[in-house]
């Protein structure tokens, strides 16, 4: 909890729970569904309408609060006992924001679909807020905190995991006591899908915010250490199966410097402090940019928290960076053309090949059984092209960003070999 200019911080925590709570007031007007840690409160008082809206989200917050003192036990401390006051303050002002909107009762589709949309930026504002104020979590945001934290679980899996959770009592209630599936509709999944991202366009949006606390910080300009160096570095980047990997370790031998390709797992799990199997894993690969990044947006909802598969890219490209200042090598994959484009005496290098060369190394160098090789090139290819556009913004098979592309289908792999080597002669002998 920061305590500079507290009262400015809680004036900006009060204002990002009250534009919560009135995106959860307008989401429900919608009559669409609202969010799914809301969609509790909201069934039951569908169920029971004596209760409000408000009462039933205190109660479910409490229960929340409850769970992180049986988590925590002694280690349960003032940050979490805040959420006790701003439980209160949060049920008070969705009660309050229902009442201001009772008016609004749409009936045409188009008008509920946009309160969602209204909802949705409302929501992510005080979220915004909230974050920035830094001053403790509402009791939803601190209990996954205290599950991730704890369990040593990944925060944006334990979001989804609690999300699904809640949408699923939810749905039960509201089916077996109300008897149809009222408050659960494609407003909840709206919000949960969309409320993060535009928490983030607001980061990169509204910086007066961090002026006005004092924490903005300033931009400034520093070499990168691997930018000083005379050492030259060969990057490959190849289609799988192309022997990219053969190439870069035969133009290694040849000139007598460093090999990096498989190597880079061992020095980046060491670096990042992740298993070498969770390095293995997820480098070089996204499961797709748009599904990665509605994943992502989970971690909008707490401070300065950073996805794992992010914190693994940095921590390779610290890797890369140093091996670059230390030695002449080459270097196999990762975007490593992209990471060392500051380098001087860097050739970066695309190889690729014809499906039928491609399927017949992949089949005898990979084991791979020949009805599924096609499809194991397809899915590789796809995981590279992912990542390299979500992390370096290009596209990976643009041959325009290499400083050379060779087909091994056409030249073999020692005669590639040669012509690389040949190519980057005069950067070997400037470094020399």
Known sequence: M?????????????????????????????????????SIPYVMNL???????????????????????FILKKKFGFQQLLQIPYALLYGLFIDLNLYLTAWLNPEIYVVRLLLVVISVLFLALG???????????????????????????????????TDTVFVVIASACVLIFHGSLEGIREGTIINAMTVGLVVQIYQKRILFVDR???????????????????????????????????????????????????????????????????????????????????????YAYVNEAIPPNDLLFMAQTRVIRDIATKQSCVIVGRAADYILKGHKNCFNVFVHADKNFRKKRVIENYNILPKDAEKMMSKKDKERTNYCKYYTGR??????????????????????????????????????
């Not at 169920?47 to 003192?69: A, D, E, K, Y």
């Not at 996954?144 to 040593?152: A, C, E």
Request: proline share 3%.
């Open 2 to 38: 920061r305590k500079e200019k507290i009262k400015l911080r809680l004036l900006l925590f009060i204002t990002g729970v009250y534009f919560i709570s009135l995106g959860i007031a307008l989401s429900i007007r919608s009559d669409l569904g609202t969010t799914p840690v809301s």
């Open 212 to 298: 006005l606390l004092g924490t903005e910080k300033p931009v400034v300009f520093v070499a990168e250490p691997y930018t000083k160096t005379d050492n030259f570095v060969i990057t490959i980047s190849r289609q799988y199966g192309s022997g990219g990997h053969a190439v870069g370790d035969l133009i290694a031998k040849k000139l007598g410097i460093a090999f990096y390709d498989s190597e880079l797992i061992d020095i980046t799990a060491a670096e990042s402090g992740f298993t070498k199997e969770f390095v293995k894993e997820h480098e070089q690969k996204l499961p797709n940019s748009l599904l990665y990044q509605l994943y992502k947006q989970n």
């Open 127 to 161: 979220i915004f807020l909230e974050l920035k104020a830094d001053v403790g979590y509402l009791p939803g945001e601190g209990f996954i905190t205290v599950m991730s934290d704890t369990f040593k679980m990944n925060f944006g899996n334990t979001k989804i995991s």
């Open 47 to 69: 169920i029971i309408p004596g209760i409000s809206v408000g009462t039933f989200t205190v109660f479910l917050n409490s229960v929340l609060i409850l769970t992180q003192v």
């Open 395 to 432: 596209e990976w098979a643009d041959l325009n960003i290499y400083d050379m592309t060779v087909d091994t289908s056409y030249f073999g792999i020692e005669k590639t070999a040669d012509m690389i080597i040949e190519a980057s002669k005069g950067l070997v002998a400037e470094s020399a």
